[in-house]
């Protein structure tokens, strides 16, 4: 379904657990920060809204998308960080250089996940436009933030129960 059929911060309360005691670790690409704040508003509001403590919230930046992945290594192998959320807007230009970012940090942001088997979830918007951005940053498609977060939480929830 594409994000124009459904809105971003729309979720169901489905496997959402206590997130009392749970850590995250939230990364930012510095690149197109006016949308990656954005996103990152969206994801600690939504962190907050479902039960997780400020203290337990860390923020750090990359310069852009493609540190995310190693970033996200670094800190999914502290073994206090029970997830990691990667925000980012990679926003196509004139060249390919968009499609090798995306591709890059998709499959690195997999990579960690599962090699520390725990969350890292891909916020990363790859738009075509700045408005497209701006639409799934707290726009008329809601925020990728809140998205992200909401994954996380689900994603402990979903491991506690197996
Ligand atoms: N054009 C965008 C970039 N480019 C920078 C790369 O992410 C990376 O930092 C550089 O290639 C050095 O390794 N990054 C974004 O996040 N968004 C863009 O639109
Ligand atoms: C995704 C990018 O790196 C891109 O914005 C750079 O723009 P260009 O492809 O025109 O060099």
Redesign the pocket.
Known sequence: MATKLKNLSDHSSKNVADMAKKKFAVIVSEWNEEVTESLYSGAYETLIQNGVKKEHIVKHYVPGSFELSLAAQWLASQKHIDAVICLGC?????????DF?CDAVAHGITNVSLKYNKPVIFGVLTPNTQQQALDRAGGKHGNKGDEAAITAIKMLGLAEQL
């Open positions: 990679v926003i196509q230009g004139e060249t390919k250089h968009f970012i």
